[in-house]
C-alpha cells in the first residue's frame, strides 16, 4: 500500500485510503484554515467516495461555512479534512488534511489559495497556480451552479 494513499490523525484512532494516490496538493492561506489547523493548511483535492476511513466514529464535523464543514479526530484535535456541502455535482469534495499523510513521496505542490490573505512573512519557493480569495469564490459558486454535465445550470 502507497503510503501516500493512507494516513491517520496523530493518535491513529482514525485512518482512512485513498481509492486512488493523488499526484498534486496544495495550500490554503485564509484565516479559517490557518485557526483550524494552526498555520497554513495543506490539502489534497478527494473526490466524493474517494476516501475509506477507519474509527469513523471518531471524527467531529464542524459546519464552517454555508458552504463547508471541517473534519478532525474528536480524540487526539488532529485536523482531517474541508468538506463542501454547498448542494451541486461537487458536493462531497474533500481538501485531505496533507499532512494526515502517512507519505508525501513523489507528490507534487502546484496549488495555493487565498493568496491575497497569506501573511508577508510566508513564501514558497517555486512556481505554481495562485488564487485569490475572490477567485475561488468565484469557482465555488461555479461549482454550486453546475450540473452533472459540467454546463451551467439554466
Known sequence: MSGCKTGSCLCGAVRFELAEAPKTYGA????????????????????????????????????????AERGFCKIC???LFWRLTAPGPMQGLLSLSAGSLDSFDGLEFTTEVYIDMKPDSHAFAGTRKRMTEAEVMEMVASMENATPEGSAAP
Open 77 to 79: 484535535g488532529s485536523s
Open 28 to 67: 490554503c492561506h485564509c484565516a479559517m484554515c490557518r485557526k483550524f489547523s494552526g498555520g497554513i493548511e495543506f490539502g489534497l483535492e478527494v473526490p466524493p467516495d474517494g476516501a475509506s476511513w477507519t474509527g469513523e466514529e471518531n471524527i467531529g464535523v464542524y459546519k464552517s461555512s454555508d458552504w
